[in-house]
């Protein structure tokens, strides 16, 4: 069974800590992440995904933000991926990831925070590592890879 939502972004930035912009697709390298990406390396957070969903709950608090804005590598629609177990392997373009971690603890509040009062990345971003590589672009299938 696979479970399906779609890319609405894939967006990079050249430094860390800053919002990233979208560039419509890219290549995902095993033990990289996101080629052109400042938070790509052999780490498990090579790629980070929000759900647009995610991104719809902080313009309801009177945000004018988008993809890439809580720098999120991956911007999806239609499926909730904060809600993936760890471990989960998912189907970005033609690339297979997997999920390594739910959320992430900031040291330091970014520029959202300071304007909202509230960041939803922490809570509701993923990370991924690459598995196998590809291609991702917008309007790409994601595809969750249930066990049979």
């Known amino acids: 069974m696979r479970v399906k939502g779609q890319v609405v972004a894939v967006c990079v930035s050249e430094n860390k800590g800053e919002r990233k912009t979208d560039v419509g697709h890219g290549v ?6 996101l080629e052109g990406d400042a938070h790509a390396g052999d780490w498990h957070r090579q790629v980070s ?4 969903e995610s991104i719809e709950k902080m313009r309801a608090a ?3 933000v988008g993809p890439g804005d809580f720098a999120e590598n991956i911007t999806t629609q239609g499926l909730e991926v ?6 989960t392997h ?3 373009g033609t690339a297979l990831v997997q999920v390594t971690q739910i959320g992430k ?22 990370f991924v590592k690459v598995l196998e590589p590809g291609e991702v ?12």
């Open 28 to 33: 995902l390298r095993v033990d990289w992440g």
């Open 49 to 52: 995904l929000l759900a647009l």
């Open 62 to 64: 009177g945000l004018d």
């Open 82 to 87: 904060h809600t993936l177990p760890v471990g």
């Open 90 to 92: 998912l189907r970005l």
């Open 105 to 126: 603890v900031c040291h330091d509040h970014c520029a959202i925070y300071y304007q909202a009062g509230d960041c939803v990345m922490p809570r509701e971003g993923i």
């Open 137 to 148: 672009r917008t309007g790409d299938p994601v595809q969750v890879l249930l066990p049979e």
